[in-house]
């Protein structure tokens, strides 16, 4: 399986490294990105490292493949995208993705989107990818919904939030969805 590098047309997806600490410290602490993400807001680099750190194991274990987005051009960090294996005995992942919002409104969510799906049903053989989103997070809904997911279902008071407990919309694509988009 190969993992450590995926591109689209505009973008390079690389595994996260420690040396990309300083840029995910940046993004996660934005209050902007933060508004509909129930991991909050971390307190210091060190907390984020943490994350890292977690993320960079369960890559090792082939659990969870955090992905950087930078651009093909310059190199800019975009954000994060993920592929969070599940139990394998039922051969699911879901999805996350985190944008700079200098990038949001720009296709990028989308574009890194797909490719991760593609990764997740053709390189690590998955039957089904899923993804949630608070119901008032019209951005990821619209992405969600150009790649060709499935609103399945919807959580009521389900993601804590900085604003309080909100309903979240599930969303699902299966492999044979992938086959026939």
Not at 16 to 25: A, E, R
Not at 99 to 105: N, S
Not at 128 to 135: H, K, L, N, T, V
Not at 149 to 161: A, D, Q, S, T
Request: proline share 3%; hydrophobic share 40%.
């Amino acid at each position: 399986m190969k993992t450590s590098i995926l591109f689209t047309k505009r973008l390079q997806l690389r595994i996260v490294t420690l040396s990309d600490l300083s840029k995910i410290h940046e993004l996660l602490s934005m209050p902007e990105v933060d508004q509909y993400n129930a991991l909050g807001i971390p307190t210091n680099k060190e907390v984020t490292a943490v994350y890292l750190d977690e993320w960079i194991d369960s890559y090792e274990m082939r659990k969870e493949f955090v992905f950087s987005l930078n651009s093909i051009v310059d190199d800019s960090f975009i954000g994060l995208v993920s592929l969070k294996i599940g139990n394998p005995k039922y051969s699911i992942a879901s999805i996350w993705y985190k944008l700079h919002p200098d990038f949001w409104g720009k296709g990028y969510a989308t574009e890194s989107t797909k490719v991760i799906l593609q990764f997740g049903f053709k390189e690590v053989g998955l039957h089904r990818i899923e993804a949630g989103c608070a119901i008032d997070n019209i951005g990821s809904i619209r992405v969600l919904e150009k790649v060709g997911m499935i609103r399945e279902g919807h959580k009521r008071k389900v993601l804590p939030l900085k604003a309080g407990w909100s309903d979240n919309y599930e969303f699902a694509m299966l492999e044979e969805d992938w086959q026939n988009g």
